[in-house]
């Protein structure tokens, strides 16, 4: 497993019976979290001084109680990098944390080329690896079919000092995205793609993971270049383990550019338990160097 421990601004406190309790800056949140399947004790006296607790509604959904005063928004920061933090109506603050060992990974792989980098991130969110890419000095395709996320996403950059940096913002249903850059004959060096397990374009198309991520991945390689560096894949469901993700970058990329496939999962620190609370999987496609 990979673990995000370089956090300064981000903390898992504890968990337990379905909940994480954590620091986002100063701020002290409880949400629940699927993986913890675990009741331990509560020990810490943390969880009784919390701001805010998401609570999940029996119809779906659900809704923050707050404890005390909470900021509208407010930064945090992972090494140069800054991002807006807001409690949001889906127990969501507007970044994952786990994902900043991609973030590593992305950098150090860009950095490492030597040479210009096109990098297209699909199902971008609120930009986490468009602006570690772009601030590694890649050339950032961003796209998402949330309105709101984009805009989101290009606050974090201006916040990251990355207002001018070579980002295209598109709200746009991924998959009609990539078919139109196949058209045009625009190609990428590396492909990020983070889908959810379900969700909705911005024209109300269904996306379902199971039935469309091999659909999807396959047009994705048509938009690499003769001499990709990367190609990752996030999953954060059940339904789908790294090993099938990983099966999927084999008979598709390596079919044509032969190189090297890991598969991880992902995870953070427990500071109570010491324990690492496993977060989703990446599957990696790398050139051989």
């Not at 127990?91 to 900043?100: C, D, M, S, W």
């Not at 971008?124 to 690896?129: C, E, L, P, S, V």
């Not at 570690?132 to 998402?144: K, N, P, R």
Request: charged share 20%; glycine share 8%; net charge neutral.
């Amino acid at each position: 497993m990979r673990v995000a421990s370089d956090w300064q601004d981000y903390r898992v406190i504890d968990t337990s019976n379905g909940e994480k309790l954590e620091y986002w800056g100063d701020t002290l949140l409880i949400r629940p979290d699927p993986q913890v399947l675990w009741n331990t004790e509560r020990k810490n006296p943390l969880w009784n001084k919390a701001a805010a607790r998401y609570i999940r509604s029996n119809k779906g959904g659900g809704s923050w109680e707050y404890h005390t005063k909470v900021k509208d928004s407010w930064e945090i920061s992972y090494h140069d990098l800054v991002f807006q933090i807001k409690p949001t109506g889906f127990k969501h603050t507007g970044l994952f944390p786990e994902q900043a060992v991609n973030w590593n990974y992305f950098r150090q792989k860009i950095q490492k080329a030597n040479r210009p980098i096109k990098v297209l991130n699909l199902f971008a969110y609120t930009g986490g690896a468009t602006l570690a890419c772009a601030a590694a000095g890649a050339q950032v395709c961003h796209v998402d079919s949330s309105k709101g996320m984009v805009s989101w996403a290009r606050e974090n950059a201006k916040l990251s000092g990355l207002t001018n940096a070579p980002i295209r913002w598109i709200v746009d249903d991924c998959k009609k995205f990539v078919e139109r850059e196949i058209r045009r004959q625009s190609r990428y060096d590396a492909i990020i793609m983070d889908p959810p397990s379900y969700g909705r374009g911005p024209n109300g198309e269904i996306w379902k993971l199971e039935e469309q991520i091999y659909e999807l991945v396959t047009i994705c390689s048509q938009v690499l270049s003769d001499n990709p560096l990367f190609f990752a894949i996030n999953s954060y469901t059940t339904g789908i383990s790294m090993s099938v993700m990983g099966y999927l970058l084999g008979v598709i990329v390596n079919k044509r550019y032969q190189g090297h496939i890991c598969t991880d999962e992902i995870g953070l620190p427990v500071e109570e338990s010491g324990y690492i609370l496993p977060c989703g999987s990446t599957a990696l496609w790398e050139a051989m160097e």
